[in-house]
């Protein structure tokens, strides 16, 4: 099943902190972080193992709590450039398609303005 | 070092025909990722390559194939191709040793079947 993202979308002013959450409803390995500006690729942001972890580089970390199967992405003080959409991707196991299925979140549109 | 190079950018195919696209990761990277994008399902993924076999395999029909070469270059390959299979395809390439773990995207071809 598909991760669940919220918020769907968010409006910061430049300086705000926002928090994206992703939810499982399945046992996960990892969680991938992605960013993607209208027009161009995805970015690969981070990815996180079970084990509880954080990770962060920059102004932009993240959790994932193996328990919960939630993962959150923290940005603080947003610049003009941290906007975009931001997906989670979940890898869970599967049978029958392979060691694992890797599934993404519809993505949280996060605008950033002055 | 270059970046993950995808071609063709572009292509229009129509109702039952095949493409091929292909996928040159970044130098001493091994492992390949195929996602497609579209508008209405999001971000999927389609297969994972390491060393020329395949690792991981999502949820799409027997047309969708792959296969990496021994330079760690992949081709995709869409056979009957239906409308519903218009959408931009990404690949990704990957490294991960014990210290790092990232990923990172092509531009994408855009795929469309009328």
């Known amino acids: 099943q598909q991760p669940v993202q919220s918020p769907q979308a968010v409006i910061l002013r430049e300086g705000e902190d926002a928090v994206i959450n992703c939810s499982s409803s399945?046992?996960?390995?990892?969680v991938h972080w992605y960013r993607q500006k209208h027009g161009e690729a995805p970015v690969f942001l981070m990815i996180?193992?079970?084990?509880?972890e954080q990770k962060g580089h920059d102004k932009i970390s993240a959790s994932f709590n193996e328990k919960k199967q939630q993962s959150s992405l923290y940005l603080t003080a947003s610049q003009l450039s941290y906007s975009g959409t931001y997906f989670c991707?979940?890898?869970?196991?599967?049978?029958?398609?392979?060691?694992?299925?890797?599934?993404f979140g519809k993505g949280t549109k996060l605008s950033v303005i002055p | 070092k270059a970046g993950v190079t995808q071609t063709p950018r572009y292509l229009i195919k129509t109702r039952g025909q095949q493409v091929t696209l292909s996928c040159s990761p970044i130098?001493?990277?091994?492992?390949v990722s195929w996602y497609q994008q579209t508008p209405g399902q999001g971000l999927q993924f389609l297969f994972e390559?390491?060393?020329?076999?395949?690792?991981n395999k999502g949820n799409f029909p027997g047309r969708f194939s792959g296969r990496q070469f021994s330079n760690s270059r992949s081709e995709m390959n869409v056979s009957t191709l239906e409308l519903g299979d218009s959408a931009l395809y990404l690949c990704?390439?990957?490294?991960?040793?014990?210290?790092?773990?990232?990923?990172?995207f092509g531009p994408g071809t855009r795929l469309t079947v009328l």
């Open positions: 990704a390439s990957s490294f991960r040793d014990k210290t790092t773990d990232t990923q990172y």
């Open positions: 399945k046992a996960l390995y990892s």
């Open positions: 996180l193992l079970k084990g509880g």
């Open positions: 991707g979940t890898h869970a196991p599967h049978s029958g398609a392979g060691s694992y299925q890797l599934t």
């Open positions: 130098s001493g990277h091994r492992s």
């Open positions: 390559y390491f060393s020329e076999t395949q690792r």
